[in-house]
């Protein structure tokens, strides 16, 4: 029972060390601080139902950030859902965010805007790859794709936000 235990807090103390990159990528899926926020909260409610599907000795931030985008593609089904009933939901605020210095902020913005322009798909590349540092071939697994189709969107993406932000 204590090496259960211990496991357990184990992997939840390696979660609690992903939470700024799985931030990072809530924020590049969602477009939105509290959309993000509670994109991770819904990922990490997941893995830790499913924390015996992990196994241990792979990579957890792998497995963490498809797990998230497959709660986005989960959301974003039900958002397209509820639009046709609903009305639009309002703004979340930003919460927690430090304050940058404003050269720091406008750079921000416009990288923000950027990346928002950004096709999904371009952008989903962008932040594993560029954002969070992950391999060619563990994005490309994260997202179901083949390497050729990884690499394309993300010298695609790579020069879409050059344009963007040299016209900034």
Same mark, same amino acid.
């Given at each position: =029972?204590?090496?259960?235990?211990e496991?357990? *807090?184990?992997?939840?103390?390696?979660?609690?060390?992903?939470?700024?990159?799985?931030?990072?990528?809530g924020?590049?899926?969602?477009?939105?601080?509290?959309?993000?926020?509670?994109?991770?909260?819904?990922?990490?409610?997941?893995?830790? *139902?499913?924390?015996?599907?992990?196994?241990?000795g792979?990579? @957890?931030?792998?497995? =963490?950030?498809?797990? =998230?985008?497959?709660?986005?593609?989960?959301?974003?089904?039900?958002?397209?859902?509820?639009?046709?009933?609903?009305?639009?939901?309002?703004?979340? @605020?930003?919460?927690?965010?430090?304050?940058?210095?404003?050269?720091?902020?406008?750079? =921000?913005?416009?990288?923000?805007?950027?990346?928002?322009?950004?096709?999904?798909?371009?952008?989903e590349?962008?932040?594993?790859?560029?954002?969070?540092?992950?391999?060619?071939?563990?994005?490309?697994?994260?997202?179901d794709?083949?390497?050729?189709?990884l690499?394309?969107?993300?010298?695609?993406?790579?020069?879409?936000?050059?344009?963007?932000?040299?016209?900034?």
């Amino acid at each position: =029972m204590t090496c259960r235990r211990e496991g357990l *807090k184990a992997f939840e103390a390696e979660l609690a060390g992903l939470l700024p990159r799985l931030r990072r990528f809530g924020r590049a899926l969602a477009r939105d601080a509290a959309d993000a926020d509670d994109l991770v909260q819904t990922a990490l409610e997941r893995a830790l *139902k499913a924390r015996a599907q992990w196994a241990p000795g792979t990579r @957890l931030d792998s497995w =963490m950030m498809r797990i =998230m985008r497959n709660c986005w593609i989960d959301e974003t089904r039900s958002r397209t859902r509820r639009a046709r009933t609903l009305a639009p939901e309002e703004d979340g @605020l930003a919460v927690g965010d430090p304050a940058p210095g404003p050269e720091q902020a406008a750079a =921000m913005r416009d990288v923000d805007r950027a990346m928002a322009a950004l096709p999904e798909q371009q952008r989903e590349v962008i932040a594993l790859v560029l954002v969070e540092g992950l391999a060619y071939r563990e994005a490309a697994d994260i997202l179901d794709i083949p390497m050729g189709t990884l690499t394309s969107r993300l010298t695609r993406g790579r020069q879409a936000l050059v344009q963007m932000l040299e016209a900034a």
